[in-house]
Structures are given as structure tokens and as C-alpha cells.
């Protein structure tokens, strides 16, 4: 008997098929499609027949114009990356009226939260009171508050508002600071309905005690922090870079916490894993975490809630609504690094 189930090429490096989907919905997904598991070296290898009849891919493998010709049934490409990548050809890709989709909106809820934990630990020095207390040289009391400050109505910039910049919104909406913001992609208006002020870089960085980076780097923007705006900072402000280290001079924001001006906190890194003897593990008033923020189990499995929603529309005839669509006019414009294999 012929299996007329739908065909799905799954490539999803870095991630897996068991980390993003729970055991009974991966069960559901096989018993409803067929998969054929490939890798993206892998996918151009594949017998015709194989490409000619997919429908789906779950992954973000690099495909060229020849290749996509050959996959004549596609209707859908789920990453699940989270980075959209530079990879395919865009413009022939949307003439077809092949969907190109992102999960990555899963990690800005953890990502937001512990860019939360950052700014609370620098500012009452949780982390650094912690060590001197292990190291039985802890200041009581008042006497160990010298630095510390306030989060509640504090002045907070934003820089970078899509999924993860909203989601530090939310998650400081009970502290009530002035929000500003900086994003060129997005209109003030819908900065406004945020409750947010749209404003230029130069005014975020100046006025803002807290600045959370969330920019996704793009042909425009990498580098665009440098030290002429970590400068800008009011001193002993925080910045916080929660997106991609590639948006930002890494030397010269290293240079800024070293001379006392600001203080840091990062998750992310211009190389992962981080050399051992890298200058940043030893700067004070920096805070390190190893690109850590969005990897939570919980975080991996609504990755498979979303694409099997979205597979469920598609295969109605019905556009993809759950995961994030990859837009014509921005998609080639994106420049982050694949997230490295462990």
C-alpha cells in the first residue's frame, strides 16, 4: 500500500527531533508525516523523488537555486535555529509561495527573564555580596549597599524591540521605569502602544541608567556600540547585551567596564565557547553567563508545540500563524552566526 502521508525532510541542526518535541508529540508527528532524516550537507544528495515530494523542512539547511527547483511539493521551511539565516534563495523562495517560518520567539520569555536577574544583580551587587561572603570579607548592612540602587522607576532603555525586547517590557512592567526605545525597523506608533517613548540611539544610551540590548544584528547594524556610545552612558549605568555580541565592539565595551564607567552583564560572546584566558573573565563589574539565557527544556519543547500547530494549518490549506514569518523585505538582511554545535 502506498503511503500517502505528507513528506518532511528533517535537518534540524543544532537542535534534534527528541529536544524539541516531547516523546508523545513526536510520536503524533510520525505517525502523521513521514520524515526523512537528512543533513543539510546531506539534503542536495537526496534522490529526486525524495525532493520532489517534500512538503516541509524541518531545519534551516542552505539551499541554492538548483536545489530548491528540485523540491517542487515545498510549501514550508520550519527553522528551528531560531537565527534566519542568509542561506537560500529569498526572492525565489517567496515567488513560490514557500513560507519560511522562525521559533525563536520560544526563548524571549527566558532570555527576558534572566536579563532580569542580570540588571537586579548588578545593581544591588547580589552576585559580587554572595563571593565576599563565601570569602568571609562581607560588609553588613548598610555598609554593603554603598553602590546599590533601585530598578523600580528607573530610567530603562531598550535597543532592539521585537520578540525579546518586548518580553523585557513585560517583565518590568512591575517596576515602572521611563522606557525608551531604539528600533529603525519598527514605526513609533507601535512603540507608543507598548508604552514605550520611540526614541534615537544617541538619547537611549545617554539617558538610561539600564539599557538592555536586544538587537538581532543585521547588514546595517553590526558594530553599531561602540566606544564612542558605551561613552554616552551615564556613569555607572548598566548594559546588558541579551541578543548577539556582534551588535556591539566587544573590545570597547570591555574597555568601558574595566575603566569604571558603566558596569555589563553578557550571555553572549564575539567566540563560543569563550578561551580560557580571555580578558572578560577577569574584568570587575562585569557579569558573565555562558549563552545560556533561552536554553530551558521548557523553552525546546514549545519549539515542537509550534511547528506541529502550524503543520496542522498548513496541511488545511491555512498560512502559518504560530511560528514567526520570515518577511520578504528583511530576511536577507539578517547576520547572525548559526548557534554553534555542542
Not at 44 to 68: M, N, S
Not at 90 to 111: C, K, M, S
Not at 232 to 245: I, N, T
Not at 249 to 274: K, N, Q, T, W, Y
Amino acid at each position: 500500500m502506498t503511503d500517502t502521508r505528507p513528506l518532511i525532510l528533517s535537518c534540524p541542526l543544532p537542535r534534534s527531533l527528541p529536544l524539541i518535541f516531547a516523546e508523545d508529540r513526536l510520536a503524533e508527528l510520525r505517525a502523521r508525516f513521514r520524515i526523512v532524516e537528512t543533513t543539510d550537507e546531506g539534503l542536495p544528495g537526496l534522490p529526486d523523488a525524495v525532493l520532489g515530494e517534500a512538503r516541509y523542512i524541518i531545519g534551516q539547511p542552505p539551499l541554492d537555486a538548483a536545489t530548491l527547483a528540485r523540491l517542487s511539493s515545498l510549501r514550508c521551511i520550519f527553522n528551528v535555529e531560531s537565527n534566519l539565516l542568509n542561506n537560500m534563495p529569498y526572492d525565489e523562495v517567496f515567488q513560490r509561495g514557500i513560507h519560511v517560518v522562525t521559533t525563536g520567539a520560544v526563548f524571549a520569555q527566558p532570555v527576558a527573564e534572566i536579563g532580569l536577574g542580570f540588571a537586579l544583580s548588578l545593581l544591588r551587587n547580589i552576585h559580587g555580596a554572595d563571593a565576599d561572603f563565601r570569602a568571609g570579607r562581607e560588609l553588613w548592612g548598610g555598609e554593603g549597599n554603598g553602590m546599590a540602587w533601585l530598578l523600580t522607576g528607573a530610567e530603562v532603555g531598550i535597543l532592539g524591540f521585537g520578540d525579546l525586547g518586548r518580553a523585557c517590557a513585560q517583565v518590568l512592567e512591575g517596576f515602572r521605569p521611563r522606557l525608551r526605545v531604539f528600533d529603525p525597523w519598527l514605526p513609533p506608533s507601535r512603540i507608543r502602544a507598548a508604552g514605550a517613548l520611540p526614541c534615537g540611539l544617541e538619547e537611549v544610551m545617554a539617558q538610561s541608567d539600564v539599557v538592555f540590548c536586544t538587537a538581532a544584528v543585521t547588514s546595517e547594524n553590526r558594530g553599531f556600540l561602540g566606544a564612542a556610545e558605551f561613552a554616552a552612558m551615564r556613569k555607572g549605568a548598566l548594559f546588558l547585551l541579551l541578543s548577539r555580541a556582534d551588535v556591539v565592539d566587544f573590545g570597547a565595551l570591555m574597555a568601558a567596564v574595566r575603566e569604571g564607567h558603566i558596569l555589563a552583564a553578557s550571555d553572549v560572546f564575539p567566540e563560543e565557547p569563550l578561551p580560557g584566558d580571555h580578558p572578560v573573565r577577569s574584568i570587575p563589574g562585569f557579569l558573565l553567563s555562558a549563552h545560556r539565557a533561552g536554553a530551558l527544556d521548557v523553552a525546546f519543547k514549545r519549539m515542537g508545540e509550534m511547528v506541529l500547530e502550524d503543520l496542522s494549518l498548513l496541511e488545511r490549506g491555512l498560512p502559518p500563524m504560530v511560528c514567526k514569518r520570515a518577511e520578504r523585505e528583511t530576511v536577507a538582511r539578517f547576520r547572525s552566526r548559526p548557534v554553534a554545535v555542542n
